[in-house]
């Protein structure tokens, strides 16, 4: 899945950090609706196995990629729900909750069913390392070390199993960045991304409108046939 060639994360964006957050926030959802349904006994040892794999999935896919914006003075787009989650696993890591306080505030409060917690996430058939559809506790899964391409590769087939209205546009081209202005060149993509979505928007709303149009014609032609019909129809109830 991983290209050889490493990825220069002056291309990255604040809307690649969002969409990847999204993956991930999709990911903590199939999560917890799985492990809430399974019937495997809650031992010591499967809830410490449980915070040992989430911690992997915050070390994939979120904070890295907070990070990166953070580097470049920017904030990532985070729902709710990843907020709650991440609020804590902030207060397990400062060691202001137990491991087993963390485990029942996640099963708790991070629901992805609670209509509080706001959340665009989707959640899809496949995703790759899905280590909480087996035995986790007792297979030993080896979790990896993923790259940012990888991480990419998997957020693009997550998008890819959404319905067509919901998947990923492809990325505009950026003109005008500046070498060691990484504010700006965010400012830059954003205004290119909206740029193109616009665009996007405008295209389908014309082909629409277009659609519509044939569509009026068509009734139109239809006109003179239907009252030929109906004239017809009455002429024959006459006595």
Request: charged share 20%; aromatic share 10%.
């Amino acid at each position: 899945m991983s290209n050889s060639s490493k990825y220069d994360l002056t291309e990255f964006t604040i809307l690649d950090a969002t969409n990847i957050l999204e993956y991930a926030t999709s990911r903590f959802a199939a999560i917890w609706i799985a492990c809430d349904r399974s019937h495997v006994p809650r031992s010591p040892a499967y809830k410490a196995s449980f915070i040992r794999h989430l911690q992997w999935e915050v070390d994939s896919f979120v904070f890295p990629y907070i990070n990166i914006c953070m580097v470049f003075n920017t904030h990532p787009t985070m729902t709710d729900l990843l907020c709650s989650i991440l609020g804590r696993f902030s207060r397990l890591q400062t060691r202001n909750i137990t491991g087993e306080q963390f485990y029942a505030e996640f099963f708790a409060h991070c629901s992805p069913h609670d209509p509080e917690l706001r959340s665009t996430h989707r959640v899809v058939l496949k995703y790759a390392h899905d280590w909480w559809k087996d035995h986790f506790d007792t297979l030993g899964f080896t979790l990896p070390s993923l790259d940012v391409n990888e991480v990419l590769d998997m957020m693009a087939d997550h998008f890819e199993q959404l319905p067509m209205g919901a998947m990923l546009l492809p990325g505009p081209a950026v003109a005008g960045q500046v070498e060691g202005d990484p504010l700006l060149n965010q400012i830059l993509a954003v205004k290119a991304r909206v740029q193109h979505l616009g665009d996007s928007l405008e295209k389908m709303l014309q082909e629409k409108t277009m659609m519509a149009a044939v569509a009026a014609s068509s009734m139109s032609e239809l006109e003179g046939p239907m009252d030929e019909l109906e004239e017809a129809l009455l002429t024959s109830r006459q006595p």
